[in-house]
């Protein structure tokens, strides 16, 4: 859960990131190009103005009557500007070209092919504006009366201003503002240099007007705003959707192996690449259709073992009641009796077999875990042994600081068990002796049963831990099993966290070991 979180929060934290580097790479270059557009439409009108201006009268206008102090307006030969290559192509079409440098702004346009019109200001925006309204201001007060309205008409077309002559003097309540206007004969309101709403200009003549300039630019206007923000929610989305395809990609995986399953397809696995919460549960996923298809290979195997098991002694109970019929005497008839009652147990041992296997490889039983003596246990199992074979030598062995760690966390049921099953099969198969021998440390208990007798090839150590394998063919009572009893010690030590395994005896035999931790993590 960590490693996916981490995984996704790390993905958005560094997808933010990323975005908003975009955003302010995105936010600077748009900026840029709308602040360049915005001073060539500032600039445009006057520029354009004055050029049609210059061109009528066929000289140079008297232009530092109408300039703000610092700015200055000329006319310069063409072919001595030093500008790119990009400007003097705009220019050639007839634009007006700004650019910028850290002293201010520098206004182009083409009078015609020898001349052109520039302008310097240190500050683009109220420049432009302040030479404007003097412009302005200059005309209106060389126009009669009663032509002032028709004049300013004109002059607002010309200049992309709005001229309106104030009549009502009812919003003219700010004293600071009237003072500057009696003052000056100009006056600007608004939030601050670069957001002026309008300007109000005293005629000579008294008379008020109310001119409307171009606003200043606006980095933050809602174009740019909705531009980032869809850049922010698409890249966002982008990202969220990669996250969740990718997450949902893998769940379809889960999903389509399932669905195999659940046809039959056993052997069908899910591919887990990364260790995270899905690489996880898809590795559980996993370890659950392995052993959902050994149960079912188990069962299929278990049917078939059972069946072939179970023939043998219904068929001789069978015999022994059809031959109880013909029986001569009474002694004769209890010999058939005996039989059949040792067929019964014989039945009833398969079955108690049968059903601990099916219970161990089921999914484990529920083992009540508890702090037994191993030792006791191993000196029991020989003395039950040794006591059912009294003509073989079976004998237990306690090595090293064992009896120091005898106690161990256990199901003691279960390991006196499979202690047992490896003793019992070791009597069985040995020519004389048996040997236990119990080594216990700090951390791990084992047990080892070793026999003097033929031995197991190699080959088959592995095979024997099989349900129902057996690596001879007899199906007597004297060679005893059911070929269970080491498939039970295996699943015992499984489910307790150990092993069961099979090596060579030094005596010559078999050696069948047990390994388990002495404490479970619970």
């Not at 990609?249 to 192996?257: D, F, I, N, S």
């Not at 039950?384 to 073989?392: F, I, N």
């Not at 047992?420 to 216990?440: D, E, H, K, P």
């Not at 831990?465 to 063919?473: G, S, V, Y």
Request: with cysteine.
């Amino acid at each position: 859960m960590n490693n996916l979180f981490t995984r996704v929060y790390g993905g958005l934290l560094i997808t933010v990131i990323a975005v908003g580097i975009l955003c302010l790479i995105l936010f600077r270059g748009l900026n840029t190009v709308r602040y360049e557009h915005h001073n060539v439409l500032v600039s445009s009108p006057l520029f354009n103005y004055l050029a049609e201006a210059v061109t009528a009268d066929n000289h140079p206008l008297v232009f530092n009557m109408i300039l703000p102090s610092g700015s200055h307006i000329g006319l310069v030969d063409i072919n001595t500007l030093e500008i790119s290559p990009r400007y003097a192509d705009r220019l050639a079409w007839g634009q007006v070209v700004v650019s910028h440098d850290t002293a201010g702004s520098h206004v182009f346009r083409k009078i015609d092919r020898q001349f052109a019109l520039v302008g310097f200001f240190p500050n683009l925006y109220t420049d432009v504006a302040q030479t404007t309204l003097n412009l302005v201001t200059y005309e209106l007060s060389n126009t009669a009366p009663g032509a002032i309205p028709q004049k300013s008409a004109q002059l607002s077309s010309a200049l992309g201003i709005n001229i309106e002559l104030v009549s009502d003097f009812a919003d003219l309540t700010d004293q600071a503002v009237l003072d500057e206007l009696a003052d000056y004969g100009v006056a600007a309101l608004g939030e601050s240099e670069n957001d002026i709403s309008y300007w109000l200009l005293r005629l000579d003549n008294g008379q008020i007007l109310k001119v409307e300039f171009l606003p200043g630019f606006d980095p933050f206007s809602w174009p740019v705003a909705l531009v980032l923000l869809l850049t922010l929610g698409g890249v966002l989305a982008m990202t969220v959707y990669f996250l969740l395809e990718t997450i949902s990609e893998k769940l379809r995986g889960l999903e389509t192996v399932a669905s195999r399953i659940a046809r039959g397809e056993l052997d069908a696995r899910v591919r887990t690449d990364k260790v995270d919460a899905l690489g996880r549960l898809g590795n559980a996923f996993n370890s659950m259709a392995d052993h959902i298809q050994r149960l079912v290979l188990v069962q299929r195997e278990m049917i078939h073992a059972v069946s072939h098991e179970l023939r043998t002694p219904v068929a001789r109970i069978r015999f022994g009641v059809q031959m109880i019929e013909d029986c001569p005497d009474e002694k004769s008839m209890q010999k058939q009796l005996h039989g059949i009652d040792n067929d019964i147990q014989e039945l009833d041992e398969l079955i108690d077999e049968i059903l601990t296997y099916a219970r161990l490889e089921e999914g484990g039983p529920i083992l009540d875990l508890q702090e037994s003596d191993v030792v006791d246990i191993v000196n029991q199992v020989v003395l039950e042994q040794g006591s059912v074979r009294p003509d073989l030598k079976v004998v237990a062995s306690i090595v090293g600081e064992s009896e120091k760690w005898r106690l161990s966390e256990i199901e003691p049921r279960y390991i006196h068990r499979a202690i047992q099953n490896l003793v019992g099969n070791a009597t069985r198969y040995c020519q004389a002796q048996v040997l236990v021998r119990c080594s216990i440390d700090k951390d791990t208990c084992r047990i080892d049963v070793e026999d003097d007798g033929q031995g197991i090839p190699e080959t088959d150590w592995e095979k024997v831990f099989t349900p129902f394998a057996r690596l001879d063919d007899s199906r007597t009572r004297k060679s005893g099993g059911y070929g269970l009893g080491l498939s039970i010690v295996r699943r015992i030590l499984y489910w307790h966290g150990g092993q069961a395994f099979l090596g060579k005896s030094t005596a010559g035999g078999a050696k069948f070991s047990l390994v388990w931790p002495r404490r479970q993590n619970r």
